[in-house]
């Protein structure tokens, strides 16, 4: 799994069928059919009178509400304000750390183990030797211990249903969201487009990593690229609400889940409400981070170390690209404009006297000097390095005027002259004037149909199942979601009987010692995981079902939110051309987030605000169910940044 550089990769082993993705979709049938047995025999125990339900949110209220009632005439008036959802809150953490009754095997059973393990040949009562560490083991919770496993291994499989979801977005809306770039024009649009874009793709990496790679390839502008940034903070905490709504059978789960799930949201928007003003007005950021980027050297192909060093992604990624693989190099085309074309390769020509040569053809310069390609279809200015055009923009065919000394720009052969393409020559290959209405050969190896092909370049549901992009997308959909739910009830369903007790205790000193150390905690998570998505969706069900608080889920999502900064700034480390930029890009990112955490959470002033507005968007999941998180999520994520979208795409137009 590790080479000689340090970085982990993935050995698929000997040729064949590798059996990852055949045993991804094994495992999610395994949590399905164990969910549905555990419902079933629930259900069945419950209808025979053997199963009680005990509530203690329910059942102890009465108590604290007499606790309450003694404070309130005691003189303390903080006891005495606590609302019903506090109270709730309170004793579900409660039920969580109370002690529990240990597990204990009588001495007959003891003997036994012993006899069994040692086929009979150890003595239970030696005070050495092989009976005696018998003994001890046999006093083991063995059960305890399985069940520990189990909620790793259901944890295993909620990261490959939240990676899996991921792809299926990506195959759903993966060319519609790399289309929005085209539109990029000021601040509020690339926060929208940003923002759609994550929330399409479910994957903040993924649209960071084309948006860096656009600035890479001078497609983009850094000033655009920073609201866009921004953009996809905020888009990527749609995972984890989703998340939360799994929870809607409870209804206190559901609103601590949600709030724990929006406090991510409330302090990403409020961080860009105060931040894109600034970078508006002053582009801050982009002024910093270019004085510490401005001296940062692309990675060479060839060297070894550009590569980015990832941890559990490499273990992860076998398991769901053979599901199913996508392909972002079609992403990137359709984002930087390659859909009618591009140039791979023209001429062994010196770069200025080429693309000098077809510039003056197809552009005009006026008396100052300055170059205008306005003329040409779909042009922009990114098209430019040096009032030349980039080689990958040299047009398939340039057909002159009635002078010959000016040429249209033609991304494909004109309609009826397919005679006059086939017998075109290179324009490099006339030495001297053009001739008038002439169609010539502007770049020898031209790439087409960039755009026509599939996101799906991978995985049994091309080879075997033979699905197209939208099947697949959906498929990976449904069967990612549906296990999600199914893990979060496993998990959940576990956990009260593992986790009750001393080790919940210890958890909740752990995460009491210092918001700073928690803020560590989610950056370290992050950086294993490589996904803010991840951690905080992992972290939410805890904070549902009262493990951890509102206020101990906070730093923990703070810390995601600079770990997944910190893998941007990884993958800039990386790149192979236009490094300051990236380089821009990815401490922008960071900056962003580390000053935003500065204002929000040092203070308890400041913190209380994100912690409020949690609160209050939790309480009305209990007044309107389901249907407030559903609406939430659509508004917040799609109707709000699809209008100023749309706004965007009329005012360009």
């Not at 004085?291 to 940062?296: H, I, Q």
Request: hydrophobic content about 45%; some cysteine; charged content about 20%.
């Amino acid at each position: 799994m590790g080479n000689v550089s340090g970085n982990f990769k993935h050995d698929p082993g000997a040729d064949g069928d590798s059996g990852e993705g055949d045993s991804t979709i094994v495992q999610f049938c395994f949590v399905y059919l164990i969910t549905a047995f555990i419902l079933i025999r629930r259900e069945y125990l419950k209808r025979q009178g053997k199963l009680e339900e005990v509530q203690p949110e329910q059942t102890n209220v009465a108590k604290l509400d007499v606790k309450a009632s003694e404070a309130e005439g005691g003189g303390d008036a903080g006891d005495a304000a606590k609302t019903q959802e506090e109270i709730d809150d309170a004793l579900a953490q409660a039920k969580w750390t109370q002690p529990v009754d240990t597990w204990v095997l009588s001495d007959a059973n003891r003997r036994m183990f012993v006899k069994v393990f040692s086929f009979g040949l150890a003595n239970p009562d030696a005070t050495e030797g092989c009976g005696k560490y018998l003994w001890i083991a046999s006093g083991f919770n063995y059960y305890k211990l399985c069940l520990i496993i189990f909620v790793f291994w259901v944890l295993w499989i909620f990261l490959l249903a939240l990676s899996l979801m991921g792809t299926g977005f990506k195959l759903l809306g993966g060319k519609d969201s790399a289309k929005m770039f085209d539109v990029v024009d000021n601040p509020i649009s690339g926060v929208m487009i940003g923002v759609l874009t994550t929330v399409l793709v479910q994957s903040s990496s993924t649209s960071t990593s084309i948006i860096i790679s656009l600035v890479g390839a001078d497609e983009l502008s850094v000033s655009n690229a920073i609201p866009m940034i921004m953009g996809a903070n905020i888009g990527t905490s749609v995972t984890n609400t989703i998340v939360a709504m799994g929870h809607f059978s409870n209804k206190n789960d559901l609103r601590r889940g949600f709030s724990a799930a929006t406090v991510h949201d409330l302090f990403n928007l409020l961080c860009v409400a105060i931040f894109l003003p600034l970078q508006w007005a002053t582009n801050f950021l982009g002024a910093m981070t270019y004085e510490m980027a401005k001296d940062a050297d692309a990675c060479e192909d060839e060297d070894s170390s550009c590569e980015s060093q990832q941890f559990l992604k490499p273990y992860m990624k076998p398991y769901t690209s053979y599901v199913a693989s996508y392909d972002k190099k079609v992403a990137k085309y359709i984002a930087e404009g390659y859909c009618d074309g591009m140039c791979d390769g023209v001429t062994d020509l010196d770069y200025d006297d080429y693309m000098g040569r077809i510039t003056d053809l197809v552009c005009t310069t006026d008396t100052d000097g300055d170059v205008s390609c306005k003329g040409i279809d779909g042009y922009k200015g990114s098209w430019m390095d040096d009032d030349k055009l980039k080689k990958k923009r040299a047009p398939l065919y340039l057909k002159t005027d009635s002078t010959g000394a000016n040429a249209e720009y033609l991304l494909a052969c004109p309609e009826g002259e397919s005679a006059a393409c086939d017998a075109a020559v290179s324009v490099f290959g006339v030495s001297g004037a053009l001739a008038a209405d002439t169609i010539y050969i502007g770049c020898e190896h031209f790439k087409t149909g960039l755009c026509d092909k599939d996101l799906l370049k991978g995985g049994l549901m091309l080879t075997d199942w033979k699905l197209n992009d939208e099947e697949a997308g959906a498929t990976c959909t449904i069967l990612s979601i549906l296990a999600l739910c199914c893990c979060l009830f496993l998990i959940v369903y576990t956990l009260q009987i593992v986790v009750k007790g001393l080790f919940a205790r210890l958890l909740k000193k752990a995460l009491a010692l210092n918001g700073y150390f928690s803020i560590v905690i989610g950056l370290f998570i992050t950086l294993m995981v490589q996904s803010s998505s991840i951690t905080t969706s992992t972290l939410t069900p805890l904070c549902a079902v009262g493990i951890i608080s509102l206020e101990e889920m906070l730093p923990l999502t703070l810390g995601a939110n600079i770990g997944t900064t910190v893998t941007g700034i990884m993958a800039a480390s990386v790149v192979t051309s236009n490094a300051r930029a990236a380089w821009q890009v990815a401490l922008s990112h960071f900056f962003f987030n580390v000053f935003g955490i500065c204002i929000w959470y040092p203070a308890p002033l400041m913190r209380n605000i994100p912690l409020r507005g949690a609160r209050w968007l939790g309480v009305q999941t209990s007044k309107y169910g389901v249907w407030f998180p559903l609406g939430y999520t659509g508004v917040v994520f799609f109707v709000i940044p699809a209008i100023c979208y749309g706004i965007a795409v009329a005012a360009t137009s």
